[in-house]
């Protein structure tokens, strides 16, 4: 916080160039990986390996006609992607590229800004985007649109929920919300039954479940198949966005991308080293050189942004009531069982109850308890209810009801009867 205004102002409009440059490839990425996936060639036409379809895209966004139905609130309907484009780009002023260095004399990190609290603003700043897909839905005055806000804005609720949580390890085992200082922490070595071998010490090694919650929440927190629901264009034709068109579509079409890099750039600060070298190449001297950590940090980004493409050409979509069970039922609870013992464990190795037999006793109450929370929550599956068979009266209840399996209609009995009679010989002769 205390560069000069100069360099704040040259941090902005890098970190804002890196971002729309990086959307341009990472869309052409996507669907280049996922012809390679699918069998197909992708983008081959416009530029050196169809480098220029996606920049072709955006411009055609850019010069279209902007259309607004007569029907929509004009100024929540043009404030809404503005919200959502405006929070994607904020994120990234805490997210660090790089360490310190030196830019025209005056030393400085590869950061727009470094905060104590680093880790909230980030959250704070990606649960506002929530307003401008919520507004987006209400403010065009579709059913369609508003359907599809309504899921964007559960699901983004639902599993910030277990996002948050899984974040708290870090806090615990850092001991601070800096982004910065969570990186600088994973430096230190990592010295497996002794041996020093040159491993630092990411935190995805130490809260590997913490990890594996957080990668399948941001996921969903993206909107991203398999999670795509808010977006399933065979229910609701294009979710949130289906009025939107031109420079108000590209918004949000760039926040997307900008939002996946965001969640990719979140877990690789706070789990994978953030800027710090990749091993083995950390033991080499001059590639731990910090104007070298913005490159390490966007192999690291590119390479999870990959996993998301992944996931889009491999997984088909979840039911709606699946999402929501495994975000509400799952994940949760699973990352409130973690933060327990985590914690319990923090606690016993800072009053050096771990040493010596302490440990093994830790480990096995540790494990007690988790078998037992498995065996409770292991109830049997309820046993289905006894449909009655037969004539069936649909208007029983005042309205119609359509009959279950094994029930006939009135009218229809008859029908059923005299085909089954039919058919009895026919299986006789057959055999």
Same mark, same amino acid.
């Given at each position: 916080?205390?560069?000069?205004?100069?360099?704040?102002?040259?941090?902005?409009?890098? #970190?804002?160039?890196?971002?729309?440059?990086?959307?341009?490839?990472?869309?052409?990425?996507?669907? =280049? #990986?996922?012809?390679?996936?699918?069998? =197909?060639?992708?983008?081959?036409?416009?530029?050196?390996?169809?480098?220029?379809?996606?920049?072709?895209?955006?411009?055609?966004?850019?010069?279209?006609? %902007?259309?607004?139905?007569?029907?929509?609130?004009?100024? !929540?309907?043009?404030?809404?992607?503005?919200?959502?484009?405006?929070?994607?780009?904020?994120? /990234?002023?805490?997210?660090?590229?790089?360490?310190?260095?030196?830019?025209?004399?005056?030393?400085?990190?590869?950061?727009?800004?470094?905060?104590?609290?680093?880790?909230?603003?980030?959250?704070?700043?990606?649960?506002?985007?929530?307003?401008?897909?919520?507004?987006?839905?209400?403010?065009?005055?579709?059913?369609?649109?508003?359907?599809?806000?309504?899921?964007?804005?559960?699901?983004?609720?639902?599993?910030?929920?277990?996002?948050?949580?899984?974040?708290?390890?870090?806090?615990?085992?850092?001991?601070?919300?800096?982004?910065?200082?969570?990186?600088?922490?994973?430096?230190?070595?990592?010295?497996?039954?002794?041996?020093?071998?040159? !491993?630092?010490?990411?935190? /995805?090694?130490?809260?590997?479940?913490?990890?594996?919650?957080?990668?399948?929440?941001?996921?969903?927190?993206?909107? =991203?198949?398999?999670?795509?629901?808010?977006?399933?264009?065979?229910?609701?034709?294009?979710? @949130?966005?289906?009025?939107?068109?031109?420079?108000?579509?590209?918004?949000?079409?760039?926040?997307?991308?900008?939002?996946?890099?965001?969640?990719?750039?979140?877990?690789?600060?706070?789990?994978?080293?953030? @800027?710090?070298?990749? @091993?083995?190449?950390?033991?080499?001297?001059?590639?731990?050189?910090?104007? #070298?950590?913005?490159?390490?940090?966007?192999?690291?980004?590119?390479?999870?942004?990959?996993?998301?493409?992944?996931?889009?050409?491999?997984?088909?979509?979840?039911?709606?009531?699946?999402?929501?069970?495994?975000?509400?039922?799952?994940?949760?609870?699973?990352?409130?069982?973690?933060?327990?013992?985590?914690?319990?464990?923090?606690?016993? =190795?800072?009053?050096?109850?771990?040493?010596?037999?302490?440990?093994?006793?830790?480990?096995?109450?540790?494990?007690?308890?988790?078998?037992?929370?498995?065996?409770?929550?292991?109830?049997?599956?309820?046993?289905?209810?006894?449909?009655?068979?037969?004539?069936? %009266?649909?208007?029983?209840?005042?309205?119609?009801?359509?009959?279950?399996?094994?029930?006939?209609?009135?009218?229809?009995?008859?029908?059923?009867?005299?085909?089954?009679?039919?058919?009895?010989?026919?299986?006789?002769?057959?055999?």
């Amino acid at each position: 916080m205390n560069d000069p205004w100069w360099l704040i102002l040259l941090k902005t409009i890098v #970190l804002v160039v890196l971002l729309l440059t990086w959307t341009i490839f990472n869309v052409w990425f996507e669907r =280049r #990986l996922v012809g390679k996936m699918q069998h =197909r060639l992708g983008p081959i036409m416009n530029g050196p390996f169809g480098l220029g379809q996606a920049l072709a895209d955006g411009m055609k966004c850019l010069f279209k006609e %902007d259309f607004i139905p007569s029907m929509v609130d004009r100024v !929540l309907f043009v404030a809404a992607p503005l919200i959502a484009g405006t929070a994607a780009f904020t994120a /990234w002023a805490v997210i660090p590229l790089g360490g310190e260095v030196e830019i025209f004399g005056v030393k400085t990190l590869l950061q727009a800004t470094d905060l104590p609290v680093g880790v909230l603003v980030m959250l704070a700043v990606t649960s506002v985007a929530i307003y401008g897909f919520v507004l987006a839905g209400w403010s065009s005055n579709s059913p369609y649109a508003l359907l599809g806000a309504l899921r964007s804005s559960a699901q983004m609720i639902s599993y910030e929920v277990a996002m948050g949580l899984s974040l708290v390890s870090v806090f615990l085992f850092t001991g601070s919300m800096s982004t910065h200082q969570i990186v600088e922490a994973q430096r230190a070595a990592l010295t497996p039954f002794g041996f020093n071998i040159g !491993l630092q010490n990411w935190n /995805w090694l130490v809260m590997l479940p913490a990890f594996v919650i957080y990668m399948i929440s941001m996921v969903g927190e993206t909107n =991203r198949a398999p999670f795509d629901l808010p977006e399933a264009e065979s229910e609701l034709v294009s979710g @949130y966005i289906t009025e939107y068109s031109g420079f108000k579509y590209a918004i949000y079409f760039l926040a997307e991308y900008i939002n996946m890099a965001t969640v990719s750039a979140i877990a690789t600060t706070l789990f994978l080293g953030g @800027y710090l070298p990749i @091993y083995p190449f950390n033991l080499i001297e001059p590639l731990n050189n910090p104007w #070298l950590g913005p490159i390490w940090f966007v192999i690291k980004v590119q390479l999870l942004i990959a996993f998301f493409v992944w996931l889009r050409g491999t997984l088909p979509r979840f039911r709606y009531d699946q999402f929501m069970k495994l975000g509400w039922k799952v994940l949760i609870p699973v990352a409130l069982a973690w933060i327990v013992v985590f914690a319990t464990f923090q606690a016993l =190795r800072r009053t050096d109850l771990l040493t010596g037999p302490g440990m093994y006793i830790a480990i096995g109450v540790m494990a007690l308890v988790v078998f037992g929370v498995v065996i409770i929550g292991d109830k049997p599956e309820p046993e289905p209810p006894t449909v009655p068979t037969g004539v069936y %009266d649909a208007f029983a209840g005042g309205y119609p009801v359509p009959p279950l399996p094994g029930q006939v209609l009135p009218e229809l009995s008859g029908v059923v009867a005299s085909t089954a009679e039919v058919a009895e010989p026919t299986s006789e002769r057959s055999e």
